[in-house]
């Protein structure tokens, strides 16, 4: 089975500052790794997947993760934010094999201020 | 053109009630899901489908009745509604690559009164 822990609930930060969040997973298997988004009263939105090779994974809106295996950590980052990344941010998990099956994080939720 | 659409998006009701979800996805993908949100935003799978099979089924009460009558549609019938069954339902389909991305529906948010 699998468990992701989104380590913080909500992320206050100021426009153009930088910003981490954080997610660990636990899993007997190995797993592709994701973040997504979702604005307000909106749908999820892929940001970014690890699925092998480089641990450094660049995806939309200037967002980054890296994927530590020893740490079982696949954190976010983006270097400066504005306040249109204001929004919930979702950390998922699905096993190599068998069907797709994404397991999630609680969320966290990234409030920026002008 | 919306590649996964739901309808409705949003549905009031009292308890007791029996209400559908639609959904249907034009990307041409074989695997279809729905997921549920609650008020804390948590997201948790529900059921999948794979070219109109039933192939996952998480702990959900047996009010809950999936049908998928093609592998583009995936409906979600929910009988004897109960206050806890209010959440936003997510519709979801991801391609046989197994990548793992899956695309989402905007959601159907239900309230139960």
Known sequence: ?????????????????????????????SVYLFWYVQYPNQGLQLLLKYLSGSTLVKGINGFEAE?????????LRKPSVHISDTAEYFCAVTPFSGYNKLIFGAGTRLAVHP | DTAVSQTPKYLVTQMGNDKSIKCEQNLGHDTMYWYKQDSKKFLKIMFSYNNKE???NETVPNRFSPKSPDKAHLNLHINSLELGDSAVYFCASTPQDHTGELFFGEGSRLTVL
Not at chain 1, 8 to 24: G, H, K, T
Not at chain 1, 67 to 75: G, I, P
């Open chain 1, 67 to 75: 994927f530590n295996k020893s740490q079982t950590s696949f954190h």
């Open chain 2, 54 to 56: 039933l192939i996952i």
């Open chain 1, 1 to 29: 089975a699998q468990s992701v822990t989104q380590l913080d609930s909500q992320v206050p930060v100021f426009e153009e500052a930088p910003v981490e969040l954080r997610c660990n997973y636990s899993s007997s298997v």
